[in-house]
């Protein structure tokens, strides 16, 4: 059985090898764009005049997000580029309910440098008012350790 496995891999074997690889990729791909969807429709069903609030990076092209809750209704956090309709296209998103919204937004990040990578991690207190059906930016920005909200609406 062992003389099988140290056996070099045909290219056929290679293809398929490759091919099965790709497509558990994309499927796992598929399925948290789908769970992303479904974490905002499901909110925005039980609560249309949700705002959403976007925490992104401004000087990176990608990163993901964290939130705690202090004050306000929170949804999960998804990817708002899986949602029909979504203002940012890049980091991440949640639903708030309109009112005193409250909340530490922690974002993380990967580089890919020629030698390495380097991860990242920034956060920040935020507090707003949202509107019904409001869209507002936790904008950080990495180089500078700075941050600030931004309404989208009058933009």
């Excluded at 791909?29 to 992303?36: A, D």
């Excluded at 309910?97 to 530490?104: A, D, F, H, R, Y």
């Amino acid at each position: 059985m062992w003389e099988l496995v140290n056996q070099p891999l045909s290219p056929m074997a290679t293809l398929l090898l490759v091919g099965g690889c790709l497509a558990v990729i994309f499927l796992a791909i598929r399925l948290g764009h789908g769970q992303s969807r479904k974490v905002s429709a499901r909110f925005l069903a039980e609560h249309p005049d949700a705002a959403t609030l976007y925490l992104y990076a401004e000087d990176l092209p990608s990163n993901s997000a964290e939130l705690e809750g202090i004050r306000g209704t929170f949804s999960k956090v998804f990817d708002p580029r899986t949602v029909p309709g979504a203002k940012i296209q890049k980091g991440a998103a949640c639903h708030v309910l309109p009112g005193t919204v409250e909340l530490n937004g922690t974002i993380t990040w990967t580089k890919d440098y020629h030698v390495a990578r380097k991860h990242g991690r920034m956060g920040a207190h935020f507090t707003f008012e949202a509107a019904p059906v409001g869209a507002y930016a936790a904008v950080f920005h990495t180089g500078s350790s700075t941050t600030k909200i931004v309404s989208l609406d009058n933009a």
